[in-house]
């Protein structure tokens, strides 16, 4: 049996993993930016929402220049608030205290610190009250807002665990200059933040996603490992069946090369010996013999015409002492 040519099927395969890894791996990385930015976005849009409702609170304190609380344990009034009306008391003897959006910032952060963990801190590179300094990681994004950045936001350890912060930047408006006009502000400047701070987030898992994937290119190596093994297999099948057939047929070509010569040398031989067959008319008394077209010619002549036999002639001894008495022979 002839040696099997080499294959270019594993070559081949080889190729085609390669190019399955590189998709499931493309597809793999697209999947996994997809899950890491819908996981920000979903933390972006909440801080975004309490973020805005702040500021829709702030500017309905702000559009009725502050409002009036009882004073209590908890609501002292503000001592950074100026003004001659910033404490009344009712006809009934209740003492009131002047809110403003500040102050009542700080302390709807203090009602969701304490419900849902999240925190909200007013802050601003130049703050009227000591305890609005901004952090140092608020610093920089206040930077950042004084040149046009319209919003912040990342995942960081908190020391606590996972949180998300965000921050966004405060316009001066009417409203805010009765307390910041002093500090050189106008109406439109940016003069500082308020910071959204999202407790409890889970790090994000990606054995999931990791998983799913690891499995697909398993198996797709796997369906092409086995392909390329049956298509390998089935490639000798075929060629040991062709060499088969090569050497069948090449065997029977050297069988009718030989018949062939048989075959001409039987025809050679059959081309140099002629046999007579058949019944012979021959006359009874000159023995002439009659051929097909009823001429009668001598046996010799005859013979010599259908057989490659030539007559010599000569005399046996009966005919010798028969027409040649004289001869003593």
Request: charged share 25%; with cysteine.
């Amino acid at each position: 049996m002839k040696k099997l040519p080499e294959t270019m099927v594993f070559k081949n395969a080889l190729f085609v993993v390669m190019f399955w890894l590189f998709v499931v791996g493309s597809s793999f990385y697209w999947n996994l930016l997809d899950e890491k930015r819908g996981y920000e976005d979903h933390a972006f849009n909440m801080a975004r929402s309490y973020f805005k409702q702040i500021v829709l609170d702030r500017a309905w304190n702000a559009s009725h220049g502050g409002v009036y609380v009882p004073v209590t344990e908890k609501t002292q009034p503000n001592p950074f608030l100026k003004g001659p009306f910033r404490d009344l008391e009712t006809d009934l003897g209740i003492k009131l205290t002047k809110i403003n959006p500040a102050f009542m910032t700080r302390q709807i952060s203090e009602i969701a610190e304490h419900e849902d963990g999240v925190k909200f801190h007013i802050t601003s590179l130049n703050p009227i009250r000591p305890l609005n300094k901004a952090t140092e990681w608020e610093r920089p994004w206040l930077e950042l807002f004084e040149q046009g950045v319209k919003e912040k936001g990342e995942f960081a350890d908190d020391g606590s665990g996972l949180v998300f912060r965000y921050m966004a930047p405060l316009q001066t408006t009417a409203g805010c200059l009765p307390c910041h006009a002093e500090q050189g502000y106008k109406e439109g400047d940016i003069r500082g933040g308020i910071s959204v701070t999202l407790p409890s987030y889970e790090k994000k898992s990606y054995l999931p996603l990791i998983m799913g994937y690891a499995i697909a290119a398993i198996s797709g190596l796997a369906v092409i490992l086995v392909s390329a093994v049956l298509l390998e297999n089935k490639r000798k099948e075929l060629i040991e069946i062709n060499l088969s057939l090569s050497e069948e047929i090449e065997i029977r070509k050297v069988a009718e090369n030989e018949q062939g010569k048989l075959i001409a040398n039987l025809q050679e031989a059959i081309s140099e010996i002629k046999t007579l067959q058949g019944i012979l008319p021959i006359c009874s008394f000159c023995k002439k013999i009659r051929d097909d077209q009823g001429a009668w010619n001598q046996v010799e002549k005859y013979i010599h015409e259908h057989s490659d036999v030539a007559f010599s002639h000569g005399v046996c001894p009966e005919c010798v002492k028969k027409h040649y008495p004289e001869l003593d022979l």
